[in-house]
């Protein structure tokens, strides 16, 4: 793959008309699944519970409060699992949501502010793989790292929410989480290489790219969280994993679509699907993310359609694509109600 690219970014929208337009609802045209407001009690109490559980680990100072509440962590997790068992392992979700979002903020995302950076992202993103998929060597240095992982504060929300995970699921739901979340970090590693490089790379490339940089760790664990489990030998199917994918990525489009004038105007050079689309096609952003959002409709038609022909196979598979579909249309909801964090751009 070539470094560098012949295409440029076309920049910001107008962000000053943006800010005025629109600041909550769904996307004009966009397709998803209606579901039900969040129990806002239910939500309350996952959000008190994860932030006791931050503070007991330290994860992050008083300046992060107003971000705290403002990602709404409960009503996240209540909205993406409406058939969890119970608030334990809606709070494990949510300790997960939060280890991930403070290790992306940390260690990857230098416009935040909060030391993360390009450069020696790999060293950092091995550490942290280590916090949830352990070191094992002779003892002296098993206590070094263990020693490691608890002085830092994205390694502790990784360790510790990984434990509590793995109290209440099954060694085989535990093992695959470990290694989405490994595909995590190469989509992450992926992206800050381009930015370093200012490679701006063509529409299918971002998103295979966007496969591996996406919301696949929240997915893994919904049957956990619904209390049931998808067996490793039926998980593992290509038909199985394909409809996993398109779930994931069709969510993932979403966070690009909603997300879409928040990052970019922080940061003008940010990737994100319609950003791509414009450089490729020569077209202006408002064509762009319009085309992007008929991108996510057919990925979800392809998730729709094909999940109903593996749904009629087995009642577990039924189940599983259920709680796909479940997590899919909760985190539209969040997203699309998230007005503290997102507002749409004056395409409409």
């Known amino acids: 793959m070539s470094t560098s690219s012949t295409f440029s970014l076309p920049g910001p929208p107008n962000l000053a008309s943006s800010l005025n337009a629109r600041r909550g609802g769904?996307?004009?045209?966009?397709?998803?699944?209606?579901?039900?407001?969040?129990?806002?009690?239910?939500?309350?109490e996952v959000d008190r519970r994860l932030e006791d559980w931050a503070r007991r680990l330290d994860l992050f100072p008083e300046a992060w409060n107003g971000d705290f509440t403002g990602f709404q962590f409960g009503r996240a997790v209540v909205l993406q699992h409406p058939e969890a068992v119970d608030l334990e392992r809606l709070t494990v979700a949510g300790e997960l949501l939060l280890a991930e979002n403070v290790v992306d903020s940390c260690y990857c995302e230098e416009d935040e502010?909060?030391?993360?950076?390009?450069?020696?992202?790999?060293?950092?993103?091995?550490?942290?793989?280590s916090a949830i998929d352990p070191f094992h060597g002779i003892p002296e240095h098993e206590e070094e790292w263990r020693l490691g992982v608890r002085a830092d504060g994205p390694l502790r929300s990784y360790h510790f929410a990984l434990q509590d995970y793995a109290d209440l699921a099954t060694p085989s739901q535990t093992d695959r989480f470990v290694h989405d979340i490994a595909?995590?970090?190469?989509?992450?590693?992926?992206?800050?290489?381009?930015?370093?490089?200012?490679?701006?790379?063509?529409?299918?490339?971002?998103?295979?790219?966007?496969?591996?940089?996406?919301f696949r760790p929240c997915l893994s664990i919904?049957?956990?969280v619904?209390?049931?489990?998808?067996?490793?030998?039926?998980?593992?199917?290509?038909?199985?994993?394909?409809?996993?994918?398109?779930?994931?990525?069709?969510?993932?489009?979403?966070?690009?679509?909603?997300?879409?004038t928040k990052e970019l105007a922080s940061d003008p050079t940010h990737l994100n699907l319609p950003q791509v689309i414009a450089a490729n096609?020569?077209?202006?952003?408002?064509?762009?993310?319009?085309?992007?959002?008929?991108?996510?409709?057919?990925?979800?038609?392809?998730?729709?359609?094909?999940?109903?022909?593996l749904a009629a196979t087995s009642p577990l598979v039924e189940r599983y694509t259920r709680s796909l579909s479940d997590w899919v249309a909760g985190n539209h909801e969040w997203h699309a109600t998230n007005t503290h964090r997102y507002h749409l751009p004056n395409y409409w």
């Open 26 to 44: 769904a996307i004009p045209g966009l397709r998803y699944r209606e579901v039900a407001p969040a129990d806002p009690e239910k939500a309350a």
């Open 226 to 260: 619904d209390g049931y489990e998808l067996p490793e030998a039926l998980y593992a199917r290509p038909e199985i994993q394909r409809v996993t994918a398109l779930a994931c990525n069709a969510t993932t489009i979403v966070n690009d679509l909603y997300s879409f």
């Open 183 to 214: 595909r995590l970090h190469m989509g992450y590693l992926a992206e800050a290489a381009w930015a370093e490089t200012g490679y701006v790379p063509r529409v299918w490339e971002y998103l295979v790219m966007r496969q591996f940089n996406n």
């Open 222 to 224: 919904v049957d956990a």
């Open 113 to 129: 502010g909060r030391g993360g950076e390009r450069r020696g992202l790999a060293g950092r993103l091995i550490m942290a793989q």
């Open 281 to 309: 096609e020569r077209c202006g952003l408002k064509a762009a993310y319009l085309k992007a959002v008929e991108i996510h409709n057919q990925i979800m038609d392809a998730f729709d359609e094909e999940s109903a022909v």
